[in-house]
């Protein structure tokens, strides 16, 4: 930006990808994430899913906060901070993760990636610089480093990724297990590729300088153009991310640090995370009242349900019958799901009437009429969409 450009603080940083994505969005269906310019679509939303659910797609992930932990202290400060035991990941690994205020409440959720014996990144989805900040008071041997913007990142999903970075020469990629870590060389630097992703399928992240993304790209494009390459945006990915039964925040969860009305936010237990409280280890951020929270059981549960017909419960209240005189809770996320063929949805629900009757009223509009209407809902255990590749090593070979 021109200095005289009065503005110039206020505009939207470009990602490392953007002249190439620039070229492919020809809808210009921008929006913003983190102060970036990121795609919403580039051509249409449900062209995009079904390109990640059948063959590739690229969604860029540099607007992710991405943070370097570094020195003898970054294990223990960490394993303070998340309420996973961070002694259990091993090197080249990566391992999903959340941590919590001293009241229990959700700050946020991410990945850990442990690079070597006193090296970590954390990844996440909004800014945590000063809460990282606080939780290394105390630690006299750790560096925290704010990497989001040197570090460029594309995530690569769908049955047919490994395929492609097979034919981008990436040698025994089919042999990395899912949350495994590899490096490898390209051009003048290195790219480090990770088994991880938000669409519930098959797929990869790949991290290099941001000075080598655009090389980056080329190469993995060249590789693909054979298997039906294409970039996706966030509306692709959250259909993706629902039918996986993924959080999401602003939509399963508020920010702790960002709410205001008390207990608005919510706690592992109540988002079905408390696979990933682990009280065995030492003390961590929030571990009393979480304690105190299993003991009693959370007022709230997220559940998975499937709605009878094909209108998504956006924003539907749920009852506990079907005269809708009992409300039991809100419905967080919803959808059709192509994939699965089913009235799909999470929802929030009090956890004493989880096991009961489910009632969803849907409110819609067809032809500029508004209608209403009251559904059974179902509860579901597992995921909506988990194929097998998106564990298989190797992948099956597409």
């Known amino acids: 930006m021109s200095a005289t450009d009065r503005f110039a603080g206020e505009r939207l940083k470009l990602s490392p990808f953007y002249p190439r994505q620039a070229e492919l969005n020809i809808r210009e269906a921008w929006s ?25 797609g690229t969604y860029d992930i540099c607007p992710m906060q991405k943070y370097e932990i570094r020195g003898p202290d970054a294990e223990a400060m960490l394993n303070r901070m998340v309420t996973r035991d961070v002694r259990k990941i091993r090197e080249q690994r990566v391992a999903y993760c959340l941590w919590c205020t001293d009241e229990g409440r959700m700050i946020d959720d991410g990945t850990i990636f442990r690079l070597g014996p006193e090296r970590f990144m954390l990844t996440c989805g909004s800014p945590c610089t000063a809460w990282l900040r606080k939780s290394a008071y105390g630690f006299d041997n750790v560096t925290v480093k704010d990497i989001s913007d040197e570090l460029a990142a594309l995530s690569l999903q769908g049955p047919t990724s490994c395929a492609v970075l097979k034919n981008l020469g990436l040698e025994a990629i089919d042999t990395l297990k899912p949350f495994g870590i590899r490096d490898y060389p390209l051009g003048n ?12 399928d098959l797929g990869y992240e790949l991290w290099i300088e941001k000075d080598l993304a655009l090389e980056l790209w080329d190469a993995l494009y060249a590789a693909g153009q054979h298997y039906g390459i294409q970039p996706y945006g966030e509306a692709a990915t959250n259909m993706a991310r629902l039918e996986a039964a993924f959080i999401m925040p602003a939509m399963e969860f508020n920010e702790a640090l960002r709410t205001v009305r008390f207990q608005h936010d919510q706690t592992p237990f109540e988002l079905n995370l408390g696979w990933l409280v682990d009280f065995g280890k030492p003390h961590f951020s929030g571990r009393r009242a979480l304690l105190e929270e299993k003991r009693k059981g959370p007022r709230y549960t997220l559940v998975k349900l499937d709605i009878e017909g094909n209108r998504p419960a956006e924003g539907a209240h749920v009852y506990a019958n079907r005269r809708c005189t009992k409300e039991i809770g809100y419905v967080t996320s919803a959808m059709w799901s192509p994939a699965v063929k089913a009235n799909i949805a999470l929802a929030m629900i009090e956890t004493q009437h989880r096991n009961g009757p ?31 590749r998106a564990r298989a090593t190797p992948p099956p070979d597409l």
Not at 47 to 55: G, P, Q, S, T, V
Not at 359 to 387: D, G, M, N
Request: hydrophobic share 30%; aromatic share 22%; with cysteine.
């Open 358 to 388: 489910l009632w969803a009223e849907i409110y819609y509009e067809k032809e500029l009429r508004q209608h209403s209407r009251v559904v059974q809902c179902t509860l579901k255990k597992k995921p909506f969409w988990a194929p097998a």
């Open 189 to 200: 630097g290195t790219v480090t590729v990770s088994r991880t992703g938000f669409t519930g």
């Open 32 to 56: 913003s994430w983190n102060g970036y310019k990121f795609a919403e679509y580039y051509y249409d939303t449900e062209y995009e899913y079904f390109c990640i659910r059948n063959l590739c």
